[in-house]
Nanobody, 119 residues
């Protein structure tokens, strides 16, 4: 199983970035796909989640209306479109797969990609 994030970088406040998580080794349909972010000294925060069988999405209040999580048609890549970025969005963003149904309790993580919002 692999989850590989990409797309991080330096962006000015108000700018946009799109993160991607390329996956292999498991079936999207059995997992929630999630983006978390981690700032040193703070708890890991769930940013966005998509339940693949239903397409239901969930967003943290801090990103609602600015971020969009999506899955490609091939169901191997999950993306996070980020708009109107703020200084406080600076973090390492991590891709996560959390099993549902028969796969409940199984979880996979990527290594993360750094997003820095600075002027």
């Amino acid at each position: 199983v692999q989850l590989v994030e990409s797309g991080g970088g330096l962006v000015q406040p108000g700018g946009s970035l799109t993160l991607s998580c390329a996956t292999s080794g498991f079936s999207f349909s059995d997992y929630y796909m999630r983006w978390y972010r981690q700032v040193p000294g703070k708890e890991r925060e769930l940013v966005a989640s998509v339940h693949n069988p239903t397409g239901n999405t969930h967003y943290a209040d801090s990103v609602k209306g600015r971020f969009t999580i999506s899955v490609d048609d091939g169901k191997t890549t999950v993306s996070l479109q980020m708009h109107s970025l703020k200084l406080e969005d600076t973090a390492v963003y991590l891709c996560n797969a959390a099993g549902s149904g028969l796969y409940y309790g199984i979880t996979y993580w990527g290594k993360g990609t750094l997003v820095t919002v600075a002027s």
